[in-house]
């Protein structure tokens, strides 16, 4: 993996960045539909003690946006950053939910196999030098016919997300790569490139994109079931 500066840079980013109330300058709608999104496609909890792990973790906020949705379900998480496991912990507690979590490899999950029943993976896999090795991990500690929540970069012909980045993946190859190890995979997408485009140029623009989506109208929700170099996220559903 790469190495990830950026909670030691700038903190627990994901939770001042998810912050949508008003007068928040590090408000990013981009960044929060992506939890949105993920959160939303969690399943309705059907046993008592449903378990989600998500692999990459960082400063926990994910584990914070499915809890709201999925009151009492047990939270695991693991990060490969020291930091990244403080953060969470301490942004869980202030919020008043607790998780599991441990320092560790997404090659070498410290969990017993068929362990739980959704997975997360929120933009992790593109930091990966080895994304496969990571699937075989995550096939193994997901019980029988759980399910994988991914999300990644869509890549784009003619530039780079993130320089952070080793490798970046388009619907095809991200679907290849995915149903070696899970019997049901569909792609999705959001972000509709233009919006993005729109919001990173800054200014009035950014701030009439951001009232917008305080006011509950994102146009990074908008998804679709085709996806093109049109929407900047993929998003995986996977069914061991």
Same mark, same amino acid.
């Given at each position: 993996?790469?190495?990830?500066?950026?909670?030691?840079?700038?903190?627990?980013?994901?939770?001042?960045?998810?912050?949508?109330?008003?007068?928040?300058?590090?408000?990013?709608?981009?960044? *929060?539909?992506?939890?949105?999104?993920?959160?939303?496609?969690?399943?309705?909890?059907?046993?008592?003690?449903?378990?989600?792990?998500?692999?990459?973790?960082?400063?926990? !906020?994910?584990? !914070?946006?499915?809890?709201?949705?999925?009151?009492? =379900?047990?939270?695991?998480? =693991?990060?490969?950053?020291?930091?990244?496991?403080?953060?969470?912990?301490?942004?869980?507690?202030?919020?008043?939910?607790?998780?599991?979590?441990?320092?560790?490899?997404?090659?070498?999950?410290?969990? #017993?196999?068929?362990?739980?029943?959704?997975?997360?993976?929120?933009?992790?896999?593109?930091?990966?030098?080895?994304?496969? @090795?990571?699937?075989?991990?995550?096939?193994?500690?997901?019980?029988?016919?759980?399910? *994988?929540?991914? #999300?990644?970069?869509?890549?784009?012909?003619?530039? @780079?997300?993130?320089?952070?980045? =080793?490798?970046?993946?388009?619907?095809?190859?991200?679907?290849?790569? *995915?149903?070696?190890?899970?019997?049901?995979?569909?792609?999705?997408?959001?972000?509709?490139?233009?919006?993005?485009?729109?919001?990173?140029?800054?200014?009035?623009?950014? @701030?009439? =994109?951001?009232?917008?989506?305080?006011?509950?109208?994102?146009?990074?929700?908008? #998804?679709?079931?085709?996806?093109?170099?049109?929407?900047?996220?993929?998003?995986? @559903?996977?069914?061991?």
């Amino acid at each position: 993996m790469t190495d990830f500066d950026k909670y030691r840079i700038s903190g627990a980013y994901h939770w001042r960045q998810s912050d949508s109330r008003w007068g928040n300058p590090e408000f990013n709608p981009v960044l *929060l539909s992506r939890y949105q999104v993920l959160a939303r496609m969690m399943p309705s909890k059907t046993t008592k003690n449903q378990s989600v792990l998500d692999i990459g973790c960082g400063d926990g !906020y994910l584990l !914070y946006a499915i809890a709201c949705k999925n009151p009492g =379900i047990q939270l695991y998480g =693991i990060d490969s950053e020291s930091l990244g496991i403080s953060l969470a912990e301490e942004q869980l507690k202030k919020h008043n939910y607790s998780a599991s979590l441990v320092q560790g490899s997404a090659y070498s999950l410290p969990f #017993s196999s068929s362990s739980f029943d959704v997975i997360t993976n929120a933009d992790v896999i593109e930091h990966l030098e080895d994304p496969e @090795k990571s699937l075989q991990e995550m096939q193994r500690v997901l019980r029988n016919r759980g399910l *994988l929540l991914l #999300s990644t970069p869509n890549r784009h012909p003619n530039m @780079k997300w993130d320089e952070r980045h =080793i490798y970046e993946f388009d619907p095809i190859e991200l679907r290849k790569m *995915l149903e070696k190890y899970f019997s049901k995979v569909e792609i999705t997408a959001c972000w509709p490139i233009w919006w993005v485009w729109q919001w990173k140029e800054g200014g009035q623009k950014r @701030k009439l =994109i951001n009232s917008l989506c305080r006011l509950g109208i994102n146009p990074f929700l908008f #998804s679709t079931h085709q996806p093109t170099i049109e929407y900047g996220q993929l998003i995986a @559903k996977c069914i061991k």
